[in-house]
T-cell receptor, first 117, second 116 residues
Framework: DAGVIQSPRHEVTEMGQEVTLRCKPI?????LFWYRQTMMRGLELLIY????????DSGMPEDRFSAKMPNASFSTLKIQPSEPRDSAVYFC???????????????FGPGTRLTVT | AQSVTQLGSHVSVSEGALVLLRCNYS??????LFWYVQYPNQGLQLLLK??????LVKGINGFEAEFKKSETSFHLTKPSAHMSDAAEYFC??????????????FGKGTTLSVSS
């Protein structure tokens, strides 16, 4: 299996521009997670989906952030407009939901390093 | 609410020495516990996990961790450090009985440095 795939790996953009990050989960996984990692705040959960439906988006910092999962094999995280404080590494992870309601372990993608100047 | 505390943001050991990375959790019920490792410029990789059963769990690369309910701890150990173990390590917890599904709660991470 190719694992979780994220693109682009690096993104440099100017303040005010729209940024779209992409994620392809592991085939067969039905849960997908978006995380943000910074030196100051560590690893933060932004949003997660079960069966393409957003379950918890309480970690999304502002209305400038939005995420979609149109099908089981693709998700996007969009920032519009971007700001310098959005600079971070964004990780996507996928997992499967057990029948008991909790998850099997999560598998992480390599991340997208975003720099907003 | 669940939380994870990793004691020590940075741990330094000599090659061949014991590695001990500390993790304490807060949870109203016994949680599922995980250790992940992150090498520079890479994503997180699962080292080991505890869900049920034996409280001493073995993972990849010679690491192991013991779930101690009385101490609410899940410390990560390795008898002999190798230079390749230098990385950042994250402890994480999830709630095993949430019908809606529960995402992982991560600790702040501990950076392990190994000197020759």
């Amino acid at each position: 299996d190719a694992g979780v795939i994220q693109s682009p790996r690096h993104e440099v953009t100017e303040m005010g521009q729209e940024v779209t990050l992409r994620c392809k989960p592991i085939s067969g996984h039905n849960s997908l997670f978006w995380y943000r990692q910074t030196m100051m705040r560590g690893l933060e959960l932004l949003i997660y989906f079960n069966n393409n439906v957003p379950i918890d988006d309480s970690g999304m910092p502002e209305d400038r952030f939005s995420a979609k999962m149109p099908n089981a094999s693709f998700s996007t995280l969009k920032i519009q407009p971007s700001e310098p404080r959005d600079s971070a590494v964004y990780f996507c992870a996928s997992s499967s939901l057990r029948t008991t309601g909790t998850f099997y372990e999560q598998y992480f993608g390599p991340g997208t390093r975003l720099t907003v100047t | 609410a669940q939380s994870v505390t990793q004691l020590g943001s940075h741990v330094s050991v000599s090659e061949g020495a014991l590695v001990l990375l500390r993790c304490n959790y807060s949870s109203s019920v016994p949680p599922y516990l995980f250790w992940y490792v992150q090498y520079p410029n890479q994503g997180l990789q699962l080292l080991l996990k505890y869900t049920t059963g034996a409280t001493l769990v073995k993972g990849i690369n010679g690491f192991e961790a013991e779930f101690k309910k009385s101490e609410t701890s899940f410390h990560l150990t390795k008898p002999s450090a190798h230079m390749s173990d230098a990385a950042e390590y994250f402890c994480a917890v999830s709630h095993p009985a949430n019908q809606a599904g529960t995402a992982l709660i991560f600790g702040k991470g501990t950076t392990l440095s190994v000197s020759s």
